[in-house]
């Protein structure tokens, strides 16, 4: 038993890895209070307790390479930009509006990095650019986050098949989430996303921990080979601690409370107090003082491409 809460127990981080989860965790429940207050358009899905995918995946992954996004994407947006004046004007549809506020919440696109709404739209891009990485700027990589239900998109499958026939340097990055807007995974995969890899003869790599530095130490050395030419799928074993968008949860109270539980947040919250403490105060005040800025701007105009 102790021996399993010691594994549980979250090694420390450096303020700056500590700083962007936290950006992002108070990023995100300032959207919901906000759609709440119904100062937000449209809809958004949040990444509440998956923050950490993408801040361990950081300084793995260079300028040079591309990301592929989702609709679950402000993470993946704010570990790569941290820009979340940006973002926030974007999903507000103000002035400095990452994408003149016509993208929104689900799709943005700058600097090599897109998202998309639609499910598994995304895998043949990426494949696509892999290939052209490959002859044209080789060492650099294309990484595609998906979720769990998404392998339900037969996308996704043309796209590992030609990511393995021509060793494209392609990163799978799977969100597994164990649900798919209201599915439980259980529900609706056969089999599992390491069967399915293998089938195309893809490494799989599992990650059960949050632990950021643990993650990166196990990554650095197969997103490596990936930029070589061996396409990989990484699964991170995650929860959804909010609902799948703003207010349609319908999951029994004892799978939230299981969400709940693995959260990264508050344990390392317990292991690492003072830190903790010093940075969640500093984010909760930037984020409040961002979205008081971003509102107050002008709305955003679409100059064309
Ligand atoms: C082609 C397509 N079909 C359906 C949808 C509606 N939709 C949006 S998110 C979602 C569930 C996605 O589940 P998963 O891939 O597990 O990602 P998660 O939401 O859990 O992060 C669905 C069905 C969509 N956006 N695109
Ligand atoms: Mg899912």
């Known amino acids: 038993m102790t021996e399993t809460l010691d594994r549980l127990r979250p090694s420390r981080l450096g303020d700056d890895d500590l700083e962007l989860l936290l950006l992002i965790r108070h990023f995100e429940l300032k959207l919901l209070e906000l759609y709440g207050r119904g100062q ?17 995946l950081r300084p793995l992954l ?8 989702n609709h679950r994407g402000h993470g993946h947006y704010l570990s790569r930009f941290r820009d979340p004046h940006g973002l926030l004007a974007e999903i507000m549809g103000r002035e400095g509006a990452v994408c003149g506020g016509v993208g ?23 494949a696509g650019v892999a290939l052209h990485l490959k002859r044209v700027e080789p060492g650099a990589l294309a990484c595609v986050h998906i979720g769990d239900g998404t392998w339900g998109e037969g996308a996704v499958y043309e796209a590992l098949n030609l990511a393995a026939l021509w060793r494209l340097p392609l990163l799978v990055v799977v969100e597994n989430n164990g649900i798919a807007q ?9 089999g599992t996303v390491a069967g399915r890899a293998a089938a ?13 530095n643990e993650i990166r ?7 490596a080979a990936v930029r070589q030419g061996e396409p990989l799928v990484v699964e991170f074993l995650t929860h959804r601690l909010g609902p799948h968008s703003k207010g349609d949860d319908i999951r029994p109270a004892g799978a939230v409370r299981a969400a709940r539980e693995s959260d990264w947040y508050d344990r390392y919250a317990h292991d690492h107090p003072e830190q ?9 005040a930037e984020v409040q003082a961002i979205a008081d800025e971003v509102a107050a701007r002008p709305p955003s105009r679409w100059e064309g491409p």
């Open 276 to 284: 903790f403490h010093r940075l969640d105060g500093l984010a909760r």
């Open 200 to 212: 195309f003869g893809i490494r799989h790599h599992l990650v059960a921990s949050t632990d950021v």
């Open 40 to 56: 937000l358009n449209g809809t958004t899905h949040t990444c509440l307790g998956q923050e950490y995918v993408p801040v361990a």
């Open 182 to 190: 209201s599915s439980p995974t259980s529900s609706q995969m056969a």
């Open 104 to 126: 929104g919440s689900q799709h943005i696109h700058r600097d090599r990095y897109m998202s998309t709404g639609v499910q598994g739209e995304s895998l043949p891009v990426a």
């Open 62 to 69: 260079g300028a040079d390479d591309h990301v592929f996004s």
């Open 217 to 223: 130490t196990s990554l650095g050395p197969l997103v």
